[in-house]
């Protein structure tokens, strides 16, 4: 796989849709990116607005409105389409019911097409919709993968990052198990420069204050709920981290991301899909990297892992 013939089709042209498709472009990831919406009309809008904004940037690359026969040769297929969040919630396990017709359809579509390329899920609920994707499409477990914990990964690396007056990119430290309220954080593996977090808060009292791990893990959990009841969606920071795992795969970088991906014995856990660190490439999920997490933190993914599994019963599978 090169540039010269990457495809990504991404099924939904709604904000997070769109948003992604412009991220790819606007990094020059993909040769050809393909929009698939029901409503046409948006997907062609969207489609042709951003064609127009290739001219600016520095490679020609296209992008249009297609039809699920677009999917056979394409590398990766991007799902984004979901139920609206119901009113007044902030749990995104509630999209699941409405969700799971949504999805169906999607994955019949595609996969009666001849797609065998690598999914990656963004519907929410992401874990739960991941495992679906997985069970309907009959592809190889290594070839689904959730965004997950992806963007809750880069908001506490933030906040961590504003206390100490840092890049973001220097510190270390990954939110696992379910994108959700259940999540977890591996604390004990943390770094920041390469010292163990436990240090960088001894020695820095003054910046850390009074600024606990608890505080830290709350405020990502609300973070996204923060933009959601102010402006009805997210769809800037879910988009880079998509997009950054669809590089990933296009480029076959070897990068490790905290994605929703299936687990075959890691951490005691099986055939479950939930967000732990990931080597990801060309096939996919490459490798899952398992973390010795301390005894606290075990519990805490088993207990997340028991939250998702419990929503399995309900997809009829």
Known sequence: MSFKDSKVVIV????????????????????????????????????????????????????????????????VVVITASAPMPKDSNNRLEMLAPSMKIIGDIVHNVMSNGFDGVFVVISNPVDIMSYYVWKLSRLPKNRIIGSGTTLDTARLCG???KMYNLDAKSVE???????GDSE??????????????NDVFADNADRTKSTTRDDLLERTKKAGWEIFNRKGNTCYGIASSATAIIKSILFNENRILPVSVCLNGEYGLNNLFLSVPTII??????????????????ALLERSAETVTAFYKELNI
């Open 159 to 161: 906040e961590l990052a």
């Open 184 to 197: 977890m954080v591996s604390w004990s593996s943390a770094t920041i420069g390469g010292k163990n977090l």
């Open 173 to 179: 430290a990954f939110v696992m198990a379910e994108h």
């Open 281 to 298: 490439n060309k096939n996919g999920a490459k490798e899952i990297v398992e973390i010795r997490l301390a005894k606290e933190e075990k």
């Open 12 to 75: 939904g042209a709604g904000n997070v849709g769109s948003t992604t498709a412009y991220s790819i472009l606007n990094q020059a990831i993909a040769e050809e990116v393909v929009l698939i919406d029901v409503n046409k009309d948006k997907a062609y809008a969207e489609a042709l607005d951003m064609q127009h904004s290739i001219y600016f940037m520095n490679r020609n690359m296209t992008i249009k409105a297609g039809d699920y026969s677009e999917c056979r040769d394409a590398d």
